[in-house]
């Protein structure tokens, strides 16, 4: 499987974007989709996951939402109120599973992954 990410950008604290990740090279709906971020310095830090059965997760803060679109091969990342400290690097992963309501929220478990698209929020 091939994930192409996009979307990212430089946004002022309080503005929203959203990302995209196209797959290809797979049976879409097979697989477990996650965003994940990495800061400088920092070690990559789950963001959001969405099962094949379309049930999130999230991390702690709400102002994320996943989502996916099997028709488009598409997962997407909507990210509102963003603040500084959002600034990172953020990843789309895959990973297959026969299991419709299985998640995944450590980047171990996951098996393929995007090359990263880079968001800025600037104070």
């Known amino acids: 499987v091939q994930l192409q990410a996009s979307g990212g950008g430089l946004v002022q604290a309080g503005g929203s974007l959203r990302l995209s990740c196209a797959a290809s090279g797979g049976t879409f709906s097979d697989y477990v989709m996650g965003w994940f971020r990495q800061a400088p310095g920092k070690e990559r830090e789950f963001v959001a996951t969405?099962?094949?059965?379309?049930s999130q997760e999230t991390e702690a803060d709400s102002r994320f939402a996943i989502s996916r679109d099997n028709s488009k091969n598409i997962v997407s990342l909507q990210m509102n109120s963003l603040k500084p400290e959002d600034t990172a690097v953020y990843y789309c992963?895959?990973?297959?599973?026969?299991?419709?309501?299985?998640?995944?929220?450590?980047?171990?478990?996951?098996?393929?992954w995007g090359q990263g698209t880079q968001v800025t929020v600037s104070s």
């Open positions: 992963a895959a990973r297959g599973t026969a299991f419709v309501s299985r998640t995944y929220v450590r980047a171990n478990d996951y098996e393929y």
């Open positions: 969405i099962n094949r059965g379309g």
